[in-house]
Nanobody, 122 residues
């Protein structure tokens, strides 16, 4: 079992930045691909980012490419999502996911956090 706890969400103005963190417990995640997803009101959950076990390989949704950066610190059992140049359409609940397989929108993950709200005002 893996427990995931996201933090770092909040309210920010358009153009601003936030850094999300996802702390894992119950199992060392250093050997596993991790993912970030988001779900906006009235929409399905969508892929945001994939981070390989080493952090050396990443994928991003087209809508966030060039603005968001995923990283990880395996010594801290934690992954991050740095979000810059935020837009109102980035408003969503952001979820961290662990032990993932696949790439881009086909990413499938076994464990999920409870999510953290990100709200971007115009």
């Amino acid at each position: 079992q893996v427990q995931l706890v996201e933090s770092g969400g909040g309210l920010v103005q358009a153009g601003g930045s936030l850094r999300l963190s996802c702390a894992a417990s119950g199992r060392t995640i250093g050997s596993y691909t991790m993912g970030w997803f988001r779900q906006a009101p009235g929409k399905e959950r969508e892929f945001v980012a994939r981070i390989s076990w080493s952090g050396g390989s990443t994928d991003y949704a087209d809508s966030v490419k060039g603005r968001f950066t995923g990283s990880r610190d395996n010594a801290k059992n934690t992954v991050y999502l740095q979000m810059n140049s935020l837009k109102p359409e980035d408003t969503a609940v952001y979820y961290c996911a662990a032990i993932c397989r696949g790439f881009y929108r086909d990413l499938k993950c076994d464990y999920w956090g409870q999510g953290t709200q990100v709200t971007v005002s115009s």
